[in-house]
C-alpha cells in the first residue's frame, strides 16, 4: 500500500466531512487504527520484508501514524465546535446579542455618613451600642425624665403600637439601656432608625439618628465642648467653629443646641447656612441628675454629657440636598451624584 496515497485518501476524507459527520469520522478512525485497520495490516506486512528494509518501512510507517492522529485529533476539534454551534443555533439563543449594561450600585449617602461618624468615634474609643427601634414608654420617655403628660412629648410626635409601647421617637432610649447594663466609665454611641409622625421636605416619618453619651468622674461641659470641636473639626473641615446656644432637654441639664461655622461659605453667609453662617448640627447637654440615678449611677459621684444628632439631617447638609424625600426614593441616578 503507498504510504503517501492513504495521507492523500485521508486528508480528503476528512475535509469532506461537516456538522453531522460523528458517524463517518468515527468509521474513518476504525478503518485506519482499528484492530484490522490500515496501520495494523501495514505492521503485519512488515515482516514478508528483508530484514535490511524493516527499520526504515517501520520508520515510515510510524511516521505515517503520527500525521494521521494529528489530522484526526484537529478535526475531532472542529467537529466538537460544530456540534456546539449546531446545539446553540437549535436553542435560538444568540449569545453574542447586546445588552443594556447592569447599573452597579454604590452605598447610600445617609450610609457612607454613619459609617464615617462610626469610625471615628470608635477611633476616639466610644463602643457602638444597638437599641430596640420597638420601644416602651419607659425607655423612651419616663426613664429620661418625661412623665406621662409632660408638655415634653409634644416636641416628638410618636407613633403608638399599644399602650405603652411605641416606636422610638429618638435614640436616647439606648443611653438608658446601656446606662442599666453597663457602669461607668461609659463612652458609646448608638446609631439607628427613629420614627416621628412628621412629614414635610425636611421631615421623613422615618430618620436616622447617632446618640452619644460619656460618663466618668469630673466630666464637665468643657469636654463636650471639646469632643464636639474634634468632631465638628473632623466632619467639617478643620477651620471649623462650634458654638453652644442655650436650650432644654428633659433629659440633660444644661442643654444646648449645637451650630457649626458653615463649611461652605466659612461664615460669611450663603445659601447653605440660609445667611447666617451657621448651621444647627446637634442638640447635646450634660446628664441629668435624675436620669444618673434612675439607672443606679450616683450622680455625686458620675458625671456625663450626651448628644444626639440627626444623620440623615447632616447628609442633606453636606450633600446640599433640600428634600429629604430624595434619600428614600431609591433613585439610583440621585443615589450615583452622592458616591
Ligand atoms: N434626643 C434629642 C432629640 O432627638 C437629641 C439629644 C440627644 C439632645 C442627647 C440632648 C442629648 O432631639
Redesign the pocket.
Known sequence: MDLNSILTETEQKLAAMGANSEREFAALKTYLFGKSGVLTELMKSLKDLPPDKKPQAGKAINDLRVKLNAMCDEKEKQLHRLAIDAALNADGIDLSIDKPEHAVGCKHPVSVVRKKLTDYFVGNGYIVYDSPEIETDYYNFQALNVPPDHPARDMQDTFFINEGILLRT?T?AGQIRLMEKFKPPIKMICPGRVFRNDDDSTHSPVFH?M?GLVIDKNVTLCDLKGALDSFAKFMFGEQTQVRFRPSY?P??EP?VEVDVSCFNCGGAGCRVCKNTGWIEIL???MVNRKVLAGCGIDPDEYRGF???MGLDRITMILGEINDIKLLWENDVRFLHMFK
Open positions: 429618638q436616647s439618628q446618640e432637654f433629659f440633660t442643654s442638640g447635646a447637654g450626651a448628644f444626639g
